[in-house]
């Protein structure tokens, strides 16, 4: 798949997620968390990675509220490494801690304030994307920040954590892609309609 047509895929899924009413992503959100909160990797999860929705992304708003205060779970938040370009580093959070805005208009954790983690040892990492296929294949935003930050996962056997698992809409479905080399494969997606058990 040429970069000219991810680029037409990602203006095309964007706007259709645009044009989702408020309900309409409500009832999809709730329905995808439902999922989510059945997986038995959840639920033994102590270390997950979530995301601040932006662009009408699935919104973990409502899930982060309510379960961040359970114990023995810790939830973090991507922020952009500024030592390593174009990587991610993932910081604590609970459900009213402060939040500042990046350079993409993306809230991110005050980090003077929280604790670091190594995405080595994260057990659960929630991926944003703008479509996916069947076989666990993504296309983000084009900056690459997910695939750099996880190259790890290539490594020779796989290793087995984080799991990564993707949300999405149904409708950003495509038909299958062509990874590039460098491109991390997901665990997982869910959508409202199902779950894609992949790797």
Request: net charge negative; glycine share 4%; with cysteine.
């Amino acid at each position: 798949m040429t970069s000219a047509q991810k680029k037409h895929i990602r203006q095309l899924l964007r706007q259709q997620r645009h044009q989702l009413s408020f309900q309409e992503k409500t009832i999809a959100a709730e329905k995808i968390m439902q999922q989510l909160l059945a997986l038995p990797e959840f639920q033994s999860c102590h270390h997950l990675a979530c995301y601040v929705a932006h662009d009408n992304e699935v919104d973990l708003h409502a899930m982060i509220h309510t379960v961040t205060t359970e114990e023995k779970r810790y939830y973090y938040l991507p922020v952009l490494d500024l030592h390593n370009p174009h990587r991610l580093e993932f910081y604590t959070y609970q459900s009213g801690d402060t939040l500042i805005t990046n350079r993409y208009g993306i809230p991110e954790p005050d980090i003077t304030h929280q604790q670091r983690i190594a995405p080595q040892e994260l057990a659960i990492v929630l991926v944003p994307l703008v479509a996916f296929d069947e076989y666990g294949h993504r296309i983000g935003r084009g900056a690459g920040y997910y695939d750099r930050t996880f190259a790890f996962l290539l490594e020779t056997p796989r290793r087995t954590r984080p799991l990564l698992i993707g949300l999405a809409y149904d409708f950003q479905q495509v038909e299958p892609i062509e990874p590039d080399s460098w491109d991390i494969t997901l665990n997982k997606i869910i959508t409202e309609k199902r779950t894609y058990h992949i790797l």
